[in-house]
C-alpha cells in the first residue's frame, strides 16, 4: 500500500518546517531525560543498533559516518565505543540538539532541515549514514528527504534506518494517540511503510535487509516520555520486559511489531 501524500495544509512546507523546530526545542529537555537514561540507552543498544549493525555485516573501522535526526548524540557515542576509529558528524533540526551533540561527542553537528534541498557543503559524501526515529518525521517532503541522503552517501555506502511500523496491528490507536498527544508533531510526522520508502528511494538504493522488532518494553521503556512511565521505574522494568522483548523479536509476522530497522546501499546514481 503506497504512503498517501502528506497533506501540507495552508501552513506551507515552510511553515510547517519552523513549526517542527518549534516542536522540538520545546520537547528537548523532556526527550533527553526518557530517550537517554540508562535504562532507554540499554534498550537502543540491544534491540536497535545491535540488530541493525548485523544487518550491515561489516567492520566500521575507519569509516565517515553521518547521523541524520541525531539528537543529542547518544547513537554516533554508542557507535564511537565499539568502533574507535569512527569519523562522526550530526545533523539535526534543532539548535539545541546540535549544541548537545557537539558537546557530548566532540564532533561536528550542523542545524539542516532534510526536508529543505540539501546545500550545506559538508565535504566528501559519507560512507554510511544513520537515522534513528527520525525519517517518520519528514513527511512534508519524504522523498525529498531521501534525495538528501542519497547525496550524503557515496556510492557503495550504506543507509542504516529505524522507524516505526505502518503496518503495526495497532497503528489506528498510534494515529490517534498522535493526534491528541502534544508530545507528537501530528502535523508532521506518521509512522513507515518500509516497502513503500524502499520504492521511493530505488532511484538512489537497494535494499540490503530489514528486520522487525518492538514489543512491550519498546513502549515502556524506550517511548517512557510518551507512555508517562515515571523514570524511577524504568530499572525494574527492565528486568521484566527485556526477557519478554527477546521472546518477541522471534515472531515472524510484521504486523505484530512497532518498528523496523534496515539497511539500504547507495547505487552509482546521480543524488
Not at 496491528?169 to 493526534?179: D, K, M, Q, S, T
Request: aromatic share 10%; hydrophobic share 40%; glycine share 8%.
Amino acid at each position: 500500500m503506497q504512503q498517501k501524500p502528506h497533506p501540507i495544509g495552508k501552513e506551507g512546507p515552510k511553515a510547517l518546517s519552523e513549526l517542527q523546530k518549534a516542536h522540538f526545542e520545546r520537547m528537548h529537555d523532556a526527550y533527553a531525560a526518557h530517550y537517554y537514561d540508562a535504562s532507554s540507552l540499554q534498550y537502543r543498544r540491544e534491540f536497535i543498533l545491535k540488530p541493525l549493525l548485523a544487518l550491515a555485516g561489516s567492520e566500521f573501522g575507519a569509516c565517515r559516518l553521518v547521523e541524520v535526526a541525531s539528537g543529542s548524540g547518544y547513537n554516533s557515542l554508542i557507535l564511537e565505543e565499539c568502533f574507535p576509529g569512527i569519523s562522526l558528524t550530526g545533523i539535526d533540526i534543532s539548535p539545541s540538539a546540535c549544541a548537545d551533540y557537539r558537546a557530548l561527542t566532540g564532533q561536528p553537528a550542523y542545524e539542516i532541515d532534510m526536508t529543505k534541498p540539501l546545500v550545506a557543503q559538508l565535504g566528501q559524501p559519507f560512507d554510511v549514514a544513520m537515522v534513528i526515529g527520525g525519517l517518520h518525521h519528514c513527511l512534508a517532503d519524504l522523498s525529498g528527504t531521501l534525495r538528501n541522503l542519497a547525496k550524503l552517501v557515496r556510492p557503495g555506502g550504506l543507509l542504516l534506518m529505524m522507524e516505526p511500523n505502518r503496518r503495526y496491528v495497532l497503528e489506528g490507536v498510534r494515529r490517534l494517540w498522535y493526534r491528541f498527544d502534544r508530545s507528537f508533531d501530528a502535523a508532521n510526522e506518521g509512522a513507515l511503510d518500509h516497502d513503500e520508502i524502499a520504492g521511493r528511494g530505488m532511484p538512489w538504493f537497494e535494499v540490503v535487509d530489514v528486520r522487525y522488532g518492538g514489543g512491550p518494553a519498546f513502549f515502556l521503556i524506550q517511548n517512557s516520555m510518551i507512555t508517562r512511565v515515571p523514570l524511577s521505574w524504568k530499572p525494574g522494568l527492565v528486568r521484566v520486559l527485556f526477557p519478554l522483548e527477546r521472546l518477541s523479536v522471534r515472531i515472524p509476522f510484521r504486523f505484530v511489531h512497532a518498528f523496523f530497522v534496515a539497511v539500504w546501499r547507495r547505487l552509482d546514481t546521480p543524488g
